[in-house]
């Protein structure tokens, strides 16, 4: 019903910028306005972590204390398409990239919990040399 496609991954030298998009589609009342959207990373090793987040309308965001100040989520909903602006990005940011995508009809969200999305993208790699 709902598909994910993160795009925008690479290879970058330290401090230099990336941005991810996530394309979503999705049939009939699967609108992506009725999704909270959320980007979380996984790094070879650990557990998926969170990154950021933001409300249906885009009127509220959130993300993690280890990309405050240097990344930025962002979403069209005319587009239908997440946006992740990476800046002064650091090695330890090497990870896959995740979009997901939460059903505002169904519980609340926690923004910060990967079980609370309902569908997730394949991910993509960035990676960041030093």
């Known amino acids: 019903q709902v598909q994910l496609v993160e795009s925008g991954g690479g290879l970058v030298q330290a401090g230099g910028s990336l941005r991810l998009a996530c394309a979503f589609s999705?049939?009939?009342?699967?609108?992506?306005?009725?999704?909270?959207m959320g980007w979380f990373r996984q790094a070879p090793g650990k557990d998926r972590e969170f990154v950021a987040a933001?409300?249906?309308?885009?009127?509220?965001?959130h993300s993690a204390d280890s990309v405050r100040g240097r990344f930025t989520i962002s979403r069209d909903n005319a587009k239908n398409t997440l946006w992740l602006q990476m800046n002064s990005l650091k090695p330890e940011d090497t990870a896959v990239y995740y979009c997901?995508?939460?059903?505002?009809?169904?519980?609340?969200?926690?923004?910060?919990?990967?079980?609370?999305?309902?569908?997730w993208g394949q991910g993509t790699q960035v990676t960041v040399s030093s």
């Open positions: 997901a995508a939460h059903w505002a009809g169904g519980p609340r969200v926690n923004y910060y919990t990967a079980s609370s999305y309902d569908y």
């Open positions: 999705g049939r009939a009342l699967s609108s992506f306005t009725n999704f909270a």
């Open positions: 933001i409300s249906t309308d885009g009127g509220s965001t």
